[in-house]
């Protein structure tokens, strides 16, 4: 009889679980009907700003190069210019056009200054030089880089905004 009063629990128990189960998901369904969302569109993020671009339409870029190694700089800002003007891309035309560049007439003993000024900067527009090169010259371009990258001892960027 004991095994009989056990089952009898056993199975009381089971059917109240399942009782309270079915109660339960049912209070579920009714107190939080599932609800239809609206369809939310997927956006990609805003890609961040290129340190190569100037979207005020007016930069430059200062090249701090080591006095040694002036000539492989001069040679690859030659090789960029080449390229530049020689290019069918419209855009890259229009860089052409209005990039300009300057070297500091002062020398002192640790560094040279080179000055990339955009007047006007080509909005939307890379002016990475490394990637001109690339498009112009893919062939040569890992060797100017690796000029480039030896001569330079540091490259500051600078967007403006003209005030008059």
Known sequence: MRTLGR???????LALAASAATVSVRAIQVIYPPQATPATPVTKPAAPPSDYAFPSGLGMFFF???PDKTADFEAVVGKLSEVLNKSTDPQRKQQAASWRIFKSAETPKDELVYV??????????EYDPVRVLGEGVP????????RLKDAVIRVERMGLTKIR
Do not use: C, N
């Open 7 to 13: 089952l009898g629990i056993v199975s009381m128990t």
């Open 116 to 125: 990339f000024f955009f007047d006007p900067a080509v909005t939307g527009a």
């Open 64 to 66: 701090y190069v080591k």
């Open 139 to 146: 062939a040569e371009v890992q060797g100017l880089y690796d």
